[in-house]
């Protein structure tokens, strides 16, 4: 049952100029878009999509320098080729290609003075990918494929899902076998791909935490990312039973933790962005984030310094600001932490100014942090 999941959140979207499938009227079953488009390369020269026919791979490219030029090639050895072309199924495809290609050319011609790019990035891709690798090597399971290939995998999911604001969850597990408690029989790792919509608005109000009643896993445990998720779903139950959003864990020597599926944060007295260290806890791609992002903050004197270093409970409750961090909460004021209340109840100015940072990072940052999507 060793499984492993990973959330890699958001999708965020800017914009793009290539038909939808749906404008051009044509039925998912019978066309579908394939891997990869080069929009993103020379976007304002030219453009590249791959759409996929039934038993076919067809590239579809035109080039804007000589306006409408269609150009495109059947993935398949050139017998297998003829023999399609000769068949009956391939002349109904062909039929309906060309006029795929047809409304296309329409499509562009009412584009022309309003072209827009699209270009949907998968924040934080790598690093969730590496944790995921590095999670499945310490619980023994044979990852099936090279880390290309899963990358591959994972980005063509996202993009025939066509979802373009929502999180890529995935897993391994061991593999189908006997339902024993030894994987032995499980004859090979099986990767798992879903793609989910946002469906509610993003809420970045501050909110109240508890302490966990619930015990801690211990650190081999806590620093790998498994589906052996009990105490986190009782920790966040405990939390909701309590009118909390979330209960936050202290460790064995009693500093704060981490939250189910979060990391904490405080800003000092002294105005350091100060979070626990990560060596009993889940290293969050997020929180590592946040403190590259943080820098800028000193740099603009809003911070005096940022500091990973144990946090006692009486140092985070009079801490001047608390914040949850993850990828699927971002960065949120905790305005309460028990009977504590913190930052007199409203939302932080740093951690604000942090998730704003964050954002702009999903929208803006750097190729490390986005990867783009082609649809
Ligand atoms: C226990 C735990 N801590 C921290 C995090 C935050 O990690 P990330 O920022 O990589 O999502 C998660 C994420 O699921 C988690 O499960």
Request: aromatic share 8%.
């Amino acid at each position: 049952m060793a499984s492993l999941s990973t959330l890699t959140k958001p999708i965020s979207g800017t914009s793009f100029f290539l038909p939808k499938l749906s404008d051009l009227e044509f039925s998912r079953s019978k066309i579908r878009p394939l891997t990869r488009s080069n929009v993103f390369k020379n976007s304002k020269l030219s453009s590249e999509v791959y759409f996929e026919l039934p038993n076919t791979n067809v590239a579809i490219w035109w080039g804007q320098k000589d306006n409408v030029m269609f150009h495109f090639f059947l993935a398949q050895s050139s017998a297998i080729l003829a023999a399609k072309l000769n068949s009956e199924e391939m002349q109904q495809e062909a039929t309906v290609f060309r006029k795929v290609i047809e409304r296309m050319r329409t499509r562009r011609e009412s584009h022309k003075t309003k072209q827009l790019y699209l270009a949907i990035y998968l924040y934080e891709l790598d690093q969730h990918l590496d944790r995921f690798l590095r999670s499945a090597t310490m619980a023994k399971i044979q990852i099936p494929f090279d880390s290309e290939s899963i990358r591959r995998i994972l980005i063509r999911t996202v993009s025939v899902s066509q979802c373009r604001k929502g999180s890529l969850r995935y897993w391994l597990s061991a593999g189908p076998g006997d339902f024993q408690l030894s994987p032995s029989s499980c004859h090979r790792a099986a990767l798992y791909a879903i793609v989910i919509q946002d469906q509610s608005p993003p809420d970045h109000s501050g909110i109240r935490v508890v302490t966990s009643s619930i015990p801690i896993k211990p650190p081999q445990f806590a620093v790998m990312k498994s589906v052996n998720y009990l105490p986190n779903t009782l920790s966040k139950m405990e939390a909701e039973e309590n009118d909390a959003y979330a209960a936050i864990w202290l460790d064995g020597d009693g500093f704060v933790a981490e939250g189910p599926n979060m990391n904490v944060a405080f800003v000092t007295k002294e105005k350091e962005l100060l979070m626990p260290c990560f060596d009993k806890i889940l290293s969050g791609c997020t929180a590592k984030r946040v403190l590259v992002l943080a820098a800028k903050l000193v740099k603009e004197g809003k911070l005096r310094g940022i500091r990973v270093d144990n946090v006692s409970v009486d140092d985070g409750k009079r801490a001047d600001e608390m914040m949850l961090i993850g990828s699927g909460v971002l960065v949120r004021s905790v305005v309460q932490w028990d009977e504590e209340i913190i930052c007199n109840g409203r939302e932080g100015p740093v951690t604000q100014a942090l998730l704003n940072l964050l954002l702009e990072d999903m929208k803006s940052g750097p190729p490390t942090v986005r990867v783009p999507i082609p649809y």
